[in-house]
Structures are given as structure tokens and as C-alpha cells.
């Protein structure tokens, strides 16, 4: 009986790894979504309260300001003439309260003369997540276009670091 | 002992959500594969009996319907000419026997003028699933061209629910 | 207890099985990030010794030649003019020591002139892999141009099997 009870506590560390992992992935496939339906509250709510979301252009500090970019121009902009933000298969880090996401993403703009897509910004991007009060949220997503440069190199690189 | 068969009832619960998940995150990516082997047979699988694909163009009720679209044209010139349908990963809410998936997905194809790809489209989707004599099956699946629509907006903003 | 005995050991089966779906799962999204970061090594620790990448273009035979691949050009100069080599949703089936992962793979490069990055390979891809001391690696890919070709479909075909 010792054993089993002893193989029931090895499953709970398993099983809970596995749920993180999932949780973290539930969180980061929210987002698309939510951006492309243009929905504020549900982007803030993926995000922890003093998040940071530092892109190639500009840092926006705090999940205010991360909303405010949701509800304004260019982003609805980008929604009312079409668009989409994907991201690829994102490899996934716990670590205890804390987890590393990496992938990249994708913004896809509507060009309705060529009755297509462009793919305007392919991006490098790391998620960096805790979980608070039991839920998993963004606390920093750097976020670098693949032009070539170092940064954007830089950051894949350090995937699951 | 009480304690330890609890914790063993309360991990077979957790557990089975996860493989839910997992089961229908497979059904999901054997959609792709599946119907750009053009293998309608493998796509019809997938399907429910009494599904409904609702796209943009036209709805197709029933299995049959479905697996005669893979069948026929335009779906298999898109294949001969060189296409992919790919989808972004996936946000999948289980709940008992039913699961709602979101994503974005990509039709590409080939330009061999360009020696390149245009995607042509980038659709909002909502896949409505169901365990079916203890397999996951799509019962419904909503696509909607991300052109600025309300109704593209709205699918996204169902996520999870 | 002899009930709950065998419950447990029906759990940890179970669980196994999800974490090396979930292990395949890391090292197919490791390689994106790796390789457009253009780390040769951490490419290499993603393959077995003897691994084979087999593309439309050329084979390369063991983990050496793979790494030598990521090492020039004309990866490096992909690298150096932007690109992102992304997966769509990965399609896995383990059994036992072995797993077969079918997906899409996406090669985008960056046209500066046009603001925006071309999708200049659209790829069927299949992933042959085995658990070796412990770790999953990946033994062998199979990636094919989805340019209408059979070999494409076939290899989308086998997806799962």
C-alpha cells in the first residue's frame, strides 16, 4: 500500500504538469481569437494586471494599455478591413508558478483587389506566463520581426530558457 | 487508504479531460492531411453521420455531402494544382461528451508563376464536437472569411463557450 | 485496494502515454525556433546520430549533414534576409518506443520591397521518431512541396500509420 501510495503522489506531479502545460496552451490559443474579434476584455483577461507587451515599435506597460491598443486605431482598423493573427505550435516551459512560450506569429491582412492575403509581419515571440491566484496569465510577451535581425534570432534562441 | 483510493477517483477524472483534449486536438489535425490527400474517406471519418460544414459559399449536410466536396471540384483541382489547409493551434473547451475547438484556418495555393503561394484565404472556425459510441466526432464545423464581417468577429468571440 | 492497485497502474500507462505525446510535441516546436535562430546545435540535439532529412531537393544522412545544412547557405542567408520556418497543429501517434508526427510546414521569406513576406514553400511533412535513452529524436522527416505532386498526398495520406 505504501507503493501505491507513494506512485499516486508521482502521478499528481505528472498529471499537474500536464494540466499546466495545457493551461498555458489554452491561454496562448485564446488569444487570436479574442484579438480578431476585436473583444478587449477578453485579450486583458489573458494577461496579469502589470504585463508587459514589448513589440518592435512600441512597449505598451500594463494590461490597460495592452485593452487600449485592442479598441483603437490601427488595430480596428486591421479587424474592419480583415485580418488575422495566427501563431504556429507553441513549445511550451513550466517551471514550478512560472512558464516560457515560444512561437511564431503571424498578421495576415486582406487585399481585396488580389482577392487574398498578405502576410504583412512573420514574428518571433516569447511568452513569458505565471500562474496567479491559480490561473495562468501573460506577464511578458516580447514580440521581434523576422527581418533578420539579431534580436529576433536572439529570442528564438533562447526557446524553453 | 481512503485517502489514497480518493486521490486515484479524482486522477482518473483529471486524466480523462486530458485525454479528451488530446483526442480531439487528433481528430483536428487529421483534418488537414486528410483533405489535402484528397482522401475523402479518411475526411468522412472524422465526421459525424449527420454533420453540418457551414462555410461562407454553402452548407453541407450529412457525411456524404462533405465526402463528395473532397471528391469533386473545385476541391480536387485546388489539390492538383498544389494547396494546403492548415490551421493554427487550436483552443479546445471540453465539457462532458461535447467540446468547442476554435481556430484560424489557411487556404493556400499555389502560384508557380511566383514559384510561390498565395493565401487566398484566412477564415474564422468553430468546430462543434461530440463522443460518439466513445470516439470524438465533428458534429459541426462554422468557417467564416476574416474580410471584416460581423459574423467572422462573432465566431471568434464564442471561443471556449 | 487491489482495485485501486489497478487503477493506478492503469493511470500511469495512460499518463506515459500523454507525456510522450506531449514530449514529441517539444521537440517538433523546438525545431522552428532553432533554426531560424540558425542554432546548428541546438538542431542537432533534436536528431538522432543516424537520422535522415529527406526533402524534394536533397537528402541529408546523419545528424552531421543536418547540422552542416543549418550552418550555410543558403540557410544563412535565408536567415540573414528574414524568414520563419513554421509547422501547422501536429498530428501524433505513439506506440511504444516509436511516433509518427504528419503536419504542414511553411517557409516564408521576407520581401523588403514589398513590406511584407512571401510564402515561398508550402510542404507536406512526415516525422518518424523513437525514444532513445530516454529522450525522444527525431530518426527521420519526409517533407514534400505541395505542388500537386502524388508523393505529396501520399505522404499526407499515411498520416497516423
Known sequence: MTDTAELVASLLER???LEDKAAVHDVLTAYGP???????AAVGRLWAENAVYDTDI???????AITE???????????????GHLLDPV??????????ATCHSLLLRRDPEADSFRVWRV?????????VEGSWLIERRTARLLDGSAVARELLGRAGR
Not at 34 to 40: I, P, R, S, T
Not at 58 to 64: A, I, K, L, Q, S
Not at 123 to 131: G, I, P, Q, V
Open 34 to 40: 479574442a484579438v480578431d474579434a476585436g473583444d478587449a
Open 123 to 131: 514574428t518571433a515571440n516569447r511568452f513569458e506566463l505565471a500562474r
Open 58 to 64: 512600441r512597449v505598451m506597460e500594463g494590461r490597460d
Open 15 to 17: 498529471v499537474q504538469l
Open 91 to 100: 513549445n511550451i516551459r513550466v517551471d514550478g508558478d512560472t512558464a516560457v
Open 69 to 83: 491598443m485592442v479598441r483603437t486605431a490601427p488595430h480596428q482598423d486591421y479587424i474592419a478591413e480583415g485580418c
